[in-house]
């Protein structure tokens, strides 16, 4: 938890990227009113002893839930304050019990042009994908998030289960999760794959190291005025620096 001002539950829910219902901050809100998150299975398959498709209903019990509430930070430059609803990501990896081999953990978002309309553009190489390396996934920062503000996730935000890494940009955070696969190799993420000089694996928030196209030291804190200085690993450099040592 940290003690500074919540962002508006109207700023968290109308300044969104969610490249599926559109690449216009204002798009996710105006267009995935009708996106249907019920019923919703997840496939978690690899490197796994278990392997298995789980209902969400299953997958988590309403006595799992925890709120955490996380400083959030895009590539772009701004910032906001959430109150995240969900899960220790490791916890529920264990459950399926995961080999020696698996080193990486890949997600994958729903595939369906029909229910997301942004998909019948080629803006990115969808399915959206992203990766983790196993002991950062594995970190108890790490949640698997399927509400907010003490409610069920906003369709907007990421419904019904979406991935929250604090100390990494915000495209780190891949939406309306339904795949899960644990392996051996580093797997291919959606921004690295559409611009590999811009977009890394890690894309840990460090102020020190620009993006190509715009410095990466001050932030904008939405719905506040003027800019704040960003800290390295996003203020969560304590608990997860180590990492990479
Ligand atoms: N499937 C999917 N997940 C996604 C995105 C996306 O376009 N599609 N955008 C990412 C980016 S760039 C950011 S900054 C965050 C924004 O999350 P928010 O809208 O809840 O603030 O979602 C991330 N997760
Ligand atoms: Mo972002």
Same mark, same amino acid.
């Given at each position: 938890?940290?003690?500074?001002?919540?962002?508006?539950?109207?700023?968290?829910?109308?300044?969104?990227?969610?490249?599926?219902?559109?690449?216009?901050?204002?798009?996710?809100?105006?267009?995935?009113?009708?996106?249907?998150?019920? %019923?919703?299975? /997840? !496939? *978690?398959?690899?490197?796994? $002893?278990?392997? @298995? #498709?789980?209902?969400?209903?299953?997958?988590?019990?309403?006595?799992?839930?925890?709120?955490?509430?996380?400083?959030?930070?895009?590539?772009?430059?701004?910032?906001?304050?959430?109150?995240?609803?969900?899960?220790?990501?490791?916890?529920?990896?264990?459950?399926?019990?995961?080999?020696?081999?698996?080193?990486?953990?890949?997600?994958?978002?729903?595939?369906?042009?029909?229910?997301?309309?942004?998909?019948?553009?080629?803006?990115?190489?969808?399915?959206?994908?992203?990766?983790?390396?196993?002991?950062?996934?594995?970190?108890?920062?790490?949640?698997?998030?399927?509400?907010?503000?003490?409610?069920?996730?906003?369709?907007?935000?990421?419904? %019904?289960?979406? /991935? !929250? *890494?604090?100390?990494?940009? $915000?495209?780190? @955070? #891949?939406?309306?999760?339904?795949?899960?696969?644990?392996?051996?190799?580093?797997?291919?993420?959606?921004?690295?794959?559409?611009?590999?000089?811009?977009?890394?694996?890690?894309?840990?928030?460090?102020?020190?190291?620009?993006?190509?196209?715009?410095?990466?030291?001050?932030?904008?804190?939405?719905?506040?005025?003027?800019?704040?200085?960003?800290?390295?690993?996003?203020?969560?450099?304590?608990?997860?620096?180590?990492?990479?040592?």
């Amino acid at each position: 938890r940290t003690d500074e001002e919540l962002t508006t539950h109207k700023d968290a829910t109308r300044y969104n990227n969610f490249y599926e219902f559109g690449t216009d901050k204002s798009d996710p809100a105006r267009n995935s009113g009708q996106f249907q998150t019920d %019923p919703w299975s /997840l !496939v *978690v398959e690899g490197e796994v $002893g278990k392997p @298995g #498709i789980v209902p969400l209903e299953t997958l988590l019990a309403p006595h799992d839930l925890e709120e955490r509430v996380y400083r959030m930070r895009c590539v772009e430059a701004w910032s906001m304050v959430i109150p995240w609803v969900g899960i220790p990501l490791g916890k529920i990896l264990k459950r399926f019990e995961p080999t020696s081999k698996a080193k990486y953990v890949s997600f994958e978002t729903l595939y369906d042009p029909e229910r997301m309309p942004g998909q019948k553009r080629r803006v990115l190489d969808w399915p959206y994908r992203e990766g983790l390396r196993i002991d950062e996934a594995m970190n108890p920062l790490v949640i698997l998030a399927v509400g907010m503000y003490g409610e069920t996730l906003p369709n907007q935000n990421g419904a %019904p289960l979406r /991935l !929250v *890494v604090p100390w990494k940009y $915000g495209f780190k @955070g #891949i939406k309306s999760i339904v795949k899960i696969r644990l392996q051996e190799e580093e797997p291919a993420t959606s921004w690295n794959v559409s611009a590999p000089r811009e977009y890394g694996f890690y894309a840990n928030v460090n102020p020190d190291v620009n993006h190509p196209r715009w410095s990466q030291a001050r932030e904008r804190r939405i719905g506040s005025f003027g800019k704040q200085p960003t800290l390295p690993f996003n203020g969560y450099a304590d608990q997860v620096a180590s990492l990479y040592s």
